[in-house]
C-alpha cells in the first residue's frame, strides 16, 4: 500500500488555521476527558548543541487519528544558516498500523502551536480584544498572530525581538496576510510592547522572562508557548499570581513548564493554583473568564494529541485534494 508524503508548502495548503483551531479545541477536549491515548512525550538532550529530540505519539478515538511525531529544537541552528525545528509526522491505520502517511512537521507543529493558542484566546480572551504583542520573530510567533487574528477582530499588532531587524522583518512579512491588520509596528521593547496589548503571545526560546507581568493590562490574556523544559522561563510570578492559569495538561506543565516548575520548588507557587485545563473548560467542566478586568495565561508545553488532530485534518484535506506523492514502500 502507498504511502502519502506532504512536503512543507502541500502540509499548509491541507491544514488553514481555521481548521486547525477548531481541531485543536476538539483535542484538548479528548485529552482532558481522558479519551485520547498520548504518554508523556520522551526526550533525548543534546547538551552541547543545547539541543533536543522530542517523540511524540498520540491517539485520538474521535478523530480516527493514530501519529507520532519526531521533533528536535537546536536554538543554535540559525548560525548555520538551518531552522531552528526540524520534525516528521508518522501518521498509521489504528485499525491495522499500517502507515498511511508522513507529513513535513516543522510547519504542522507551527501551526497546531499557533492553532492551540487560538482555541485559548477563542476561549478566555475579552470578544473586544482588538490589540496584540507577539514577543518573538520566528515561525512560531508567526502563527501565534495568524491563530489569534482568526478568532478576534485584531486592528493593531506590536512585535518585539532583541533582534531589530528580525522584528522589523516579522513586521513586513506578515502586515496584511493572513487575516492579520496592516498596523504591525515593532516596540522598542517587550514591556512597552505588553503594555499596549489586550492578547500577548510569546514564542521564545528564553530561560528568564520575555516581560515584565507588572505591565499587563487588567483584562489581558496572555498565551506562552515557547518554553518547554524545566529550566526555559518566558512568564514571570507576577504575570502568574495575576491570572487565572489554563493549561493545555497538568502532568505536561508539571513536568516541562519552567515558568510553574521553579515556582512550585522554591514554595511561591502551588499547584493547586492552576485553575484548569483548556479542555476541561471547553467541556464546560471548569469556568473560564469571569470578569472582564481577569487576567487569564494560557500555558502551553505542546501535547501529541494536537499533532495528530492536525495530522488528521491535514490528511483529510490532502485526500480530496489530491495533494502529496503516493510512494509504495
Given at each position: ?23 485543536m ?16 512525550r520522551?526526550?533525548?538532550?543534546f ?15 474521535q ?16 548560525d ?18 499500517r502507515?498511511?502517511a508522513?507529513?513535513?512537521?516543522a510547519?504542522?507543529?507551527?501551526i497546531?502551536?499557533?492553532?492551540g493558542?487560538?482555541?485559548?484566546t ?5 470578544a473586544?480584544?482588538s490589540?496584540?504583542?507577539?514577543i518573538?520573530s ?5 502563527t501565534q ?28 512579512d ?14 522598542e521593547s517587550?514591556?512597552k510592547?505588553v ?15 520575555v ?13 506562552a508557548v ?5 529550566n ?28 510553574l516548575?521553579?515556582?512550585i ?19 464546560g ?7 472582564a478586568?481577569?487576567i ?5 508545553v ?16 490532502a485526500?480530496a ?6 510512494i509504495?514502500?
Open positions: 500500500m502507498p504511502i502519502r508524503i506532504l512536503t512543507s508548502q502541500q502540509l499548509r495548503q491541507a491544514l488553514p488555521m481555521v481548521d486547525a483551531v477548531k481541531a479545541k476538539q483535542a484538548y477536549a479528548q485529552l482532558s476527558s481522558g479519551a485520547a491515548r498520548v504518554p508523556l520522551s526526550r533525548i538532550d547538551d552541547q548543541a543545547s539541543g533536543v529530540a522530542l517523540f511524540m505519539p498520540a491517539y485520538l478515538p478523530d480516527e487519528s493514530l501519529a507520532i511525531k519526531i521533533v528536535s529544537v537546536f536554538p543554535h541552528n540559525p548555520q544558516d538551518l531552522p531552528t525545528i526540524h520534525a516528521l509526522v508518522l501518521v498509521l491505520d489504528p485499525a491495522t498500523g502507515p498511511m508522513l507529513l513535513e512537521g510547519s504542522l507543529t507551527a497546531r502551536t499557533g492553532a493558542s487560538g482555541a485559548a477563542d476561549v478566555l480572551a475579552r473586544e480584544s490589540t496584540v504583542a507577539i518573538g520566528g515561525a512560531q510567533a508567526k498572530l495568524e491563530a489569534v487574528c482568526c478568532v478576534r477582530d485584531i486592528e493593531q499588532v506590536w512585535v518585539y525581538s532583541p533582534n531589530s531587524e528580525h522584528a522589523q522583518a516579522f513586521a513586513i506578515t502586515a496584511g496576510h493572513n487575516g492579520v491588520p496592516q498596523s504591525v509596528q515593532v516596540a517587550a514591556d510592547a503594555a499596549e496589548a489586550d492578547i500577548v503571545c510569546t514564542a521564545t526560546t528564553s530561560h528568564q522572562p516581560f515584565d507581568g507588572r505591565r499587563l493590562r487588567p483584562g489581558c490574556h496572555v498565551n515557547g518554553s518547554f523544559t524545566p526555559m522561563v518566558e512568564i514571570d510570578l507576577e504575570t502568574l499570581t495575576r491570572a487565572r492559569v489554563v493549561v493545555d495538561s497538568r502532568d505536561a506543565v508539571l513536568e516541562e513548564a519552567g515558568e516548575i521553579q515556582p520548588r522554591a514554595g511561591k507557587y502551588k499547584e493547586r493554583d492552576i485553575h484548569a485545563e483548556l479542555g476541561e473548560i471547553i467541556l467542566k471548569s469556568e473560564g473568564r469571569t470578569e478586568e481577569q487569564t495565561l494560557f500555558k502551553s505542546g501535547v501529541a494529541v494536537q499533532d495528530a488532530a492536525a495530522a488528521a485534518v491535514a490528511l483529510r484535506s485526500e485534494k489530491g495533494l502529496g506523492e503516493l509504495d514502500l
